[in-house]
């Protein structure tokens, strides 16, 4: 069975620091691997995701993540933090190789220090 | 094109009670999904619509029900509600099949409260 667990629910940086939240899954198969921004009473945003083929994904505001998967790992990463950042995010991997029936972390709210 | 919308934002029901929440799928997608999310929890996956059939279903009593209309709009049904049934409900909708797409779109979600 698919699962995924992010590490630390909160994360505190300073604005201008790196940004690194941490996921890691489990799955039998190939993943498909997302990651999703929600802010304060808000849905979920699309921030980047993996499906197949470079490893290395590039998604909005900046952020990208690697799928690693020796380590069964795709954290999320941003060079520079900005205030705008602040928000909860999630990590979720899909259980139908389409896309589809997502299981999602239990997030990780990031803080941004002046 | 419009995104995904649901109604009502908010809600107050009584234990016991019925209620049934809508989602508007994005234009041109024909899968739906629900999901909850307690508060401070990550989304849970209630179910999927394809094509006004379920194709998937998390772990979650018969008393959580769903539908799809021929124009991909979407119910979801809870009777007999508990304190535990609080929770923001998103719908997200992507298109499945032929042109399929792997990115689902969340709505802005229905906040429901039990008392």
């Known amino acids: 069975a698919q699962s995924v667990t992010q590490l630390g629910s909160h994360v505190s940086v300073s604005e201008g620091a790196l940004v690194l939240l941490r996921c890691n899954y489990s799955?039998?198969?190939?993943?498909?691997l997302f990651w999703y921004v929600q802010y304060p009473n808000q849905g979920l945003q699309l921030l980047l995701k993996?499906?197949?083929?470079?490893?290395l994904v590039k998604g909005i505001n900046g952020f990208e993540a690697e799928f690693k998967k020796s380590e069964t790992s795709f954290h999320l990463t941003k060079p520079s933090a900005h205030m705008s950042d602040a928000a909860e995010y999630f990590c979720?991997?899909?259980?139908?190789?389409?896309?589809?029936?997502?299981?999602f972390g239990q997030g990780t709210e990031l803080s941004v220090k002046p | 094109e419009t995104g995904v919308t649901q109604s009502p934002t908010h809600l107050i029901k009584t234990r016991g009670q019925q209620v049934t929440l809508r989602c508007s799928s994005q234009?041109?997608?024909?899968?739906v999904s629900w999901y909850q999310q307690a508060l401070g929890q990550g989304p849970q996956f209630i179910f999927q619509?394809?094509?006004?059939?379920?194709?998937g279903r998390g772990n979650f009593p018969p008393r959580f029900s769903g539908l799809q209309f021929p124009n991909y709009s979407s119910e979801l049904n809870v009777n007999a509600l508990e304190l535990d049934d609080s929770a923001l409900y998103l719908c997200?909708?992507?298109?499945?099949?032929?042109?399929?797409?792997?990115?689902?779109?969340f709505g802005p979600g229905t906040r429901l409260t039990v008392l």
């Open positions: 997200a909708s992507r298109q499945a099949g032929p042109r399929a797409s792997d990115t689902q779109y």
């Open positions: 799955s039998s198969v190939p993943p498909y």
């Open positions: 993996y499906t197949t083929g470079a490893t």
């Open positions: 979720a991997v899909s259980t139908d190789n389409q896309g589809g029936k997502l299981i």
């Open positions: 234009s041109g997608h024909n899968t």
């Open positions: 619509y394809y094509r006004e059939e379920e194709n």
